[in-house]
């Protein structure tokens, strides 16, 4: 998998490397899907939420540009894959997930792989977490209409957001957003597919 993404996709941020080879995306499928783990493919998990493709996962984290003095925040957690890769890359890592089994069962599986600079709560991810604010970096695994105000705020002068967005759930682009001392640049960095993000400042329903 490792391989593919350096040779095939051009990551080349060596500590996104290492993290994918360390973290064992078997341990956040089902075990019916184990065997599939290692595929260039999204899966589906409970509650109809899905484990992004490993190349989006790692591009994602690529263009976030964070080492280990970063504290990042991290909007659908899901099966708490992304924040386990992220764990590996970040000082400390705030994950939202906004389904409450999702989000226990996340935490439990960081805890066991002995990951203990990553926190996972349930709540409306669209809102942010401003207890820990400002973030040098915010990483969205849902796509939503905008960039939700919330976060932006949330974002450090100087940090990146990198989220799905698009006018239609079917149609999405991944974006970028650097904060700057007087603005937000915004960067499009190709197509892509994610579940909704629903909440206050995304989709208002399923």
């Known amino acids: 998998m490792a391989e593919r993404l350096r040779d095939h996709y ?20 089902s075990e019916a899907l184990q065997s599939r783990a290692y595929g260039d493919h999204a899966l589906p998990i409970e509650a109809n939420q899905t484990i992004s493709q490993p190349y989006i996962v790692a591009r994602m984290t ?3 540009e964070v080492d280990a003095r970063s504290r990042v925040l991290e909007i659908g957690a899901g099966s708490g894959y992304q924040t386990a890769v992220l764990s590996r890359v970040a000082g400390q890592v705030y994950a939202i997930e906004r389904i409450a089994n999702l989000a226990r069962e996340a935490q439990a599986r960081i805890r066991s792989l ?10 409306d991810g669209t809102l942010g977490w401003s207890a820990h604010a400002p973030y040098d970096a915010i990483l969205v695994a849902a796509g939503g ?6 976060l932006l705020v949330q974002l450090k002068v ?19 957003v650097i904060r700057t ?7 499009e960095h190709g197509p892509c597919a994610f579940v909704p993000l629903i909440g206050r400042y995304g989709w208002t329903n399923e």
């Open 158 to 176: 100087g940090g990146r957001l990198v989220i799905p967005v698009g006018a239609t759930r079917e149609s999405q682009r991944l974006v970028r």
């Open 145 to 150: 209409p905008d960039v939700p105000d919330p």
């Open 10 to 29: 051009r990551i080349r941020d060596r500590r996104v490397l290492d993290a994918m080879m360390f973290v064992p995306r078997h341990v956040f499928v």
């Open 114 to 123: 002995d990951i203990h600079n990553a926190t996972v709560k349930c709540f």
């Open 181 to 187: 001392d007087d603005d937000y640049v915004h960067e």
């Open 62 to 64: 690529e263009l976030l």
